[in-house]
């Protein structure tokens, strides 16, 4: 019970997250429409903030925030089948992907560290910073599909009921 209620809040503050770089996107957005379009002063640091808050946003969001009935999948073909095929999907979708992801995991690294030399043009943050939110992804990644690869293991997957499926509200 207690962990459910750790996970619970950590949840809650990966959505507060979340939200938070939706408002800085949004207010960098509308800063770049005003000085461009009304003040005819068009300034590049607000466009680079975008698009740092969105690569941001959408690796962060798929990490912490983005439930496994959520994803997107073949629903028809999931559904239509019986338990013990859809036990068969997950445990070879999970190994699938926990084979790539951890196969790719150091070359990743690699790649993230050695990019310390190079700065965004603007804000001149430090591609290794703003890369390492794929590193974070892949390992919450790797994490997810582990965890899914036990779950599967140990028993079948719940009944999909297609009627309950919903936006995450």
Known sequence: ????????WLYRRAENILALMLGIMFLAFIGQI?????????????????????????????????????EIRFDLVYGAVGPTARRVMVILSSLALLGLYIFSLPAVVDYV????????????????????????FAVAVICR?????????????????????SSGL
């Open 1 to 8: 019970m207690h962990l459910s209620r750790i996970g619970h």
């Open 34 to 70: 005003v000085f461009r379009y009304f003040l005819n002063f068009p300034i590049g640091w607000t466009s680079e903030l975008t698009v740092i808050m969105w690569l941001w946003l959408v690796l962060w969001g798929a990490a912490f925030v983005v439930r496994e009935n959520e």
């Open 113 to 136: 560290t050695f990019m310390k030399v190079e700065r965004t043009a603007y804000l001149k943050i430090r591609f290794d910073y703003l890369y390492s939110i794929y590193v974070i």
């Open 145 to 165: 599909y582990g965890w899914l690869l036990w779950k599967a293991l140990r028993r079948a997957p719940k009944e999909v009921d297609p009627t309950t499926a």
